[in-house]
């Protein structure tokens, strides 16, 4: 392999070592650590496996959980009753409404119910707009992971071409959004796009979230680009895999990310990093 490897599982790891100190930090000032509310309707046994990684993750880094399990029966009344308690609980600093919820339930009415000031999910239109407008307050966890994952290879983002393949409201046109913000060149790709193995090989940095597994083939990789994937899909053996063709791909590429131990630890990082600075910026430590 020529390319080298972004580790999303050691970039997490420190992630939440520098969380452990910020925590403690404003614990110190405020008597309260920081603290995210995390909700989960019906029995999904892979949404339950993710709450409980994120959870997990939570007490590795100092952070307090108000766990909710609520049956697959709940009404949407109900589930809005209780993001509205957890928005007025000032030990609450972030809200984790995990998807996907039950099909009587309008996640989009559920989303813009919670709080703004605690959206650590980001997944608010008011921090979406933020965002468009240059000025974010919360940034969606998985764009904002895959950001620190390009910076953790010490390669200026300013002046790049960037290619991000797919435009969904929580990966791709977020992420290609925080591009723009940080001066890359960007173009969004979708599955209407036009000869796209030729606008991928344009890519410095090319950004993969189509949910296709090994999708990206080295023909589409520009010699030394970096690769970062996004994807999670399960090959026919049940394996997880990426939407990047990795073996070959990286003997294109500079730096790649793999699947698993890329991206995915970087999201829940990032949950964790929005939840804290939540807390500081209602302590005032911001
Ligand atoms: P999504 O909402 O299904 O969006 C997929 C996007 O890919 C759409 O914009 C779609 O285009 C585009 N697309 C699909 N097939 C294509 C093709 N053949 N050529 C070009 N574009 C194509 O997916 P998502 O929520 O963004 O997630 C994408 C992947 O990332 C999934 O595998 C998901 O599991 C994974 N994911 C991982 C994490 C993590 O933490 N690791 C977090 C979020 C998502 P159209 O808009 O034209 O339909």
Request: charge should be neutral.
């Amino acid at each position: 392999m020529a390319a080298r490897l972004i580790d999303g599982k050691a970039l997490a790891l420190h992630v939440r070592e520098r969380l452990a100190t910020e925590s403690a930090a404003v614990l110190a000032k405020t008597g309260m650590k920081p603290g995210l509310a995390t909700i989960l309707v019906g029995d999904d046994p892979a949404s339950h496996l993710y709450v409980k990684s994120k959870q997990k993750a939570c007490d590795a880094a100092g952070i307090y959980i108000d766990d909710h399990k609520l049956p697959a029966s709940t009404t949407q009344t109900e589930l809005l009753a209780l993001i509205e308690k957890e928005n007025l609980d000032p030990r609450i600093h972030g809200i984790l409404v995990q998807l996907p919820l039950p099909k009587h339930i309008d996640s989009k009415v559920v989303l813009e119910a919670v709080s703004p000031n605690k959206d650590a999910d980001g997944f608010h239109p008011y921090n979406f707009g933020r965002l468009v407008e240059g000025h974010p307050v919360f940034e969606a966890c998985t764009p904002k992971g895959v950001i620190k994952m390009i910076e953790s290879t010490g390669v200026s983002i300013e002046g790049k071409r960037a290619v991000v393949l797919g435009r969904s409201n929580i990966v791709g046109k977020p992420l290609a959004l925080m591009l723009l913000q940080r001066h890359a060149t960007v173009t969004i790709c979708h599955s209407k796009t036009k000869d796209l193995p030729a606008v991928c090989r344009e890519a410095e940095l090319l950004l993969v979230a189509i949910g296709k597994a090994k999708f990206v083939t080295a023909d589409m990789v520009r010699e030394g680009a970096i690769v970062i994937d996004v994807g999670t899909n399960k090959t026919p053996e049940g394996k997880l895999c990426g939407d990047v063709d990795f073996e070959p791909v990286s003997q294109k590429a500079s730096w790649i990310s793999p699947v698993p131990g890329g991206v995915g630890p970087m999201t829940i990082a990032m949950l964790l990093d929005n939840t804290v600075e939540s807390a500081k910026r209602a302590a005032g430590m911001l």
